[in-house]
C-alpha cells in the first residue's frame, strides 16, 4: 500500500457511464488526473468528446464513446472499442441516470394521472441503466479484478416527494448494490468490489428545474425548503464526489464492499427539528 499516493490510477482503465455530465465529467477529470486511462462513454456523442478532449489537453488520456446504457448490443460494440483501445476494463462508474419532470408530479399532474411512458424511461434510465453497464463491462473484470461504482441518491432511503419514479429506481440501484457485491464475491471473484455512492442535492441539467426558478435563476420553494433542511446550508459541488470516490475506487477501500456513501451536506441526519 502506497499511502503516500494512495490515489495513483496509473496503468488503470476507468469505464464512466453517463460521463459527458456535470457529475461524471467531474469524475473523469479527477481519474485520469490520477494518472488513469478514461473511455467516456455518453449518448450524447458531443458531451463526451468535450470531456475527453478536456483531459487530452490537460494531458491526460481518455476517449469519447458513445454509448446507449438501455441497449446492451451498444455497450457491447462500445466494450469492444474500449478493449481496442486500452486493453482492458478496471473501473466502472455507472453514472448515467436522471429525472424527468414528465415523471414528477405537481399541482397539475397527480400520481394518477402520471404517464406511464414517462414513468419507464426514467426508472429504465437509473436502474436498467446501471443493471446492463455492470453486465457487460463486469464480465471483462472476472479474470482480473475491478471496481463498479454505482452513483445511487440518498432518496434511495428517503424518497423525494413527487420524484416517485425517480426515486424508486435509485432504491433499486442501492438494492442492486448490495446485490451484486455478494453475488460476485459469492459465484465469481473477490477481487470485485461494488459500492455506491448516494449523493444528496447536487444541481444538474436533470433537477434544475425541480431547484431553481428558470425565469429570474432564484431557488424555488422546493430549493429553498432542501437548502434549509440541509446542515451544511448549501447544494453539493461536484468536486464533493471526487474525494469519496477515489477512495472507494483505490486499494484504501480494498475492504469496503456492497456499501452505499451518503455524500449530503447531512441532510439525511437531519430530522427537521
Request: aromatic letters at 8%; a negative charge; hydrophobic letters at 45%.
Amino acid at each position: 500500500m502506497n499511502y503516500a499516493n494512495p490515489f495513483d490510477f496509473s496503468g488503470k482503465v476507468a469505464v464512466i457511464t453517463g460521463g459527458g455530465g456535470v457529475l461524471c465529467g467531474t469524475l473523469a477529470r479527477a481519474l485520469a488526473e490520477c494518472g488513469a486511462k478514461v473511455a467516456v462513454l455518453d449518448i450524447v456523442a458531443e458531451a463526451a468528446q468535450k470531456v475527453a478532449t478536456d483531459i487530452t489537453s490537460a494531458g491526460g488520456q481518455a476517449m469519447a464513446v458513445e454509448a446507449n446504457v438501455l441497449d446492451k448490443s451498444s455497450l457491447q460494440a462500445a466494450a469492444e472499442t474500449v478493449i481496442q483501445s486500452f486493453g482492458q476494463v478496471d473501473i466502472l462508474i455507472n453514472g448515467a441516470g436522471g429525472a424527468k419532470k414528465e415523471a414528477t408530479t405537481s399541482p397539475a399532474l397527480t400520481f394518477f394521472d402520471l404517464p406511464e411512458d414517462a414513468v419507464r424511461w426514467t426508472f429504465d434510465l437509473n436502474f436498467v441503466g446501471t443493471f446492463l453497464p455492470s453486465q457487460v463491462f463486469g464480465r471483462l473484470m472476472l479474470q482480473s479484478g475491478g471496481c463498479i461504482l454505482n452513483i445511487s441518491s440518498m432518496s434511495a432511503d428517503r424518497p423525494l416527494t413527487k420524484s416517485v419514479a425517480y426515486s424508486a429506481a435509485k432504491a433499486a440501484v442501492t438494492n442492486f448494490t448490495r446485490w451484486l457485491a455478494v453475488y460476485l464475491s459469492q459465484e465469481h471473484s473477490s477481487a470485485i468490489r461494488v459500492n455506491a455512492l448516494m449523493p444528496g442535492f447536487f444541481l444538474t441539467t436533470q433537477n434544475r428545474f425541480l431547484l431553481v426558478d428558470a425565469e429570474n435563476d432564484s431557488l424555488t420553494e422546493r430549493g429553498s425548503s432542501i437548502i434549509s433542511h440541509t446542515p451544511m446550508g448549501r447544494f453539493g459541488q461536484p468536486e464533493d464526489l471526487v474525494g469519496p470516490a477515489l477512495l472507494l475506487l483505490s486499494d484504501l477501500g480494498a475492504f469496503v464492499h456492497g456499501t452505499c456513501v451518503a455524500i449530503d451536506g447531512g441532510f439525511s441526519a437531519y430530522s427537521g427539528v
